[in-house]
């Protein structure tokens, strides 16, 4: 593998775990939101990353391959005066879990950093290449 195709699959890794990361955020923004505009709770966003290969065994990036939207069911409170609620006095939440969104949050933040310390890895390699051939 060449010094490019390593800076650039280490790039591409760390766009799609930055677009991951921000899709996380909006989600944990959103977590107590009734209402999305439409009329319906926030439903909690997923990105889906997949490999995008030169052949079957030659890896060249990751890429965000699309955005989800998870339709579980948020969760429902009593709240009879809230000017969302329901026939019975009940308010539909997002069903946006704060601590799964964090526990999502550490995993890109984790797979981020490991490719920042791949790049520094392949440019100390490399210039300890080039000091070997200098002599």
Known sequence: ????DIFGLSGSAMKAQS???RV???NVANTETVDNGTGAPYQRKLTVLQAKLANRADLRSVQVGRIVT????GIKKHEPGHPKADENGYVSYSN????V???DLRDADRSY?????????AKRLFRNAIELMKG
């Not at 998870?70 to 069911?73: E, N, V």
């Not at 946006?96 to 601590?99: D, G, Q, R, S």
């Open 101 to 103: 969104e964090m526990s």
């Open 24 to 26: 996380i955020a909006e």
């Open 96 to 99: 946006v879990n704060p601590i």
């Open 70 to 73: 998870d339709r579980t069911a």
């Open 1 to 4: 593998m060449r010094i490019r």
């Open 113 to 121: 950093r490991a490719n920042i310390q791949v790049v520094d890895t």
């Open 19 to 21: 677009t991951r990361m």
